[in-house]
């Protein structure tokens, strides 16, 4: 699985020992399976996925310095171009083979665009989907593509991976006794720079789910945290407490919960 350099993000400015600084990592990094997934989590559990530049009325921007500057040196977050896009520059320093695809999220019933990017990567002889930048209901660590059919525990959440009529995979999540859509993908690789158009919609339209809604998720060891509008929901060992908060209380709560300053 080889990812030529058209198809790749550049970041001259991406050092990989303050990259680790950032997602608090010491380890010995490894290209298994458990290294893969230490680095990933270690990742959700310092970065959060979030939109404050887009709810600012910003431009996102998909240079990979820019993406560097906006999680590494300014300790923010973002959505999925930022999250997924900072750790390919890390799988890319470490020489691990992974190309990006196009993703269509079906969490609303209004059929949506491939608005979304993941990661498909090669971890010993295997092919599994990485995806940093799904908000509250992302993977927690890599999903194996071979696992069709499997009900796949990752901490409190249950996943599985489907086919489609038209072979494409259907990523789904368990709640209650129920399956849930979260997005359908194939395998066909795409260039970074094939994200622009989706990107612009995404801090733009109207329409975009990202320009209508507030949102920072924070996944930790024992759960998540997840601000949507003005309310946190917390979910510690699968229990869940809803907390409403003010308006002004906001830029407290960011730091306090989420270590977001801006």
């Not at 230490?38 to 887009?54: A, C, G, R, T, W």
């Not at 993941?118 to 799904?134: K, Q, R, S």
């Not at 970074?192 to 996944?219: C, G, M, R």
């Amino acid at each position: 699985m080889e990812q030529s350099k058209k198809y790749k993000i550049e970041a001259p400015s991406f050092d990989l020992q303050q990259y680790l600084n950032r997602i608090n990592f010491s380890e010995e990094i490894k290209l298994d399976l458990s290294g893969i997934k230490k680095l990933m989590q270690s990742q959700i559990f310092s970065v959060p996925f979030e939109n404050l530049d887009v709810q600012a009325g910003k431009t996102i921007s998909l240079l990979g310095d820019d993406i560097v500057s906006h999680i590494v040196t300014k300790n923010r977050g973002g959505y999925c171009y930022q999250v997924n896009g900072i750790f390919s520059l890390l799988l890319q320093e470490i020489g691990l083979p992974h190309y990006y695809i196009a993703v269509r999220p079906l969490v609303n019933p209004i059929p949506n665009a491939k608005t979304h990017l993941a990661i498909i990567a090669e971890i010993e002889n295997e092919d599994y989907l990485i995806d940093l930048g799904f908000g509250g209901n992302s993977i927690r660590e890599p999903l194996k593509l071979s696992q069709i059919g499997t009900e796949i525990q990752q901490d409190f959440d249950t996943f599985t991976l489907v086919k489609t009529e038209d072979d494409d995979y259907l990523l789904q999540i368990k709640i209650g006794k129920d399956w849930s859509d979260l997005y359908s993908f194939d395998l066909t690789p795409q260039r970074w720079i094939d994200f622009k158009p989706a990107n612009h919609y995404n801090y733009s339209h109207p329409d975009s789910f990202f320009t209508q809604n507030l949102i920072v998720v924070l996944q930790n060891p024992l759960g998540k945290k997840i601000l949507f509008k003005n309310s946190i929901k917390s979910v510690t060992n699968g229990v869940t407490e809803l907390i409403p908060f003010e308006d002004d209380q906001l830029n407290t709560i960011l730091k306090t919960e989420f270590n977001l300053t801006v």
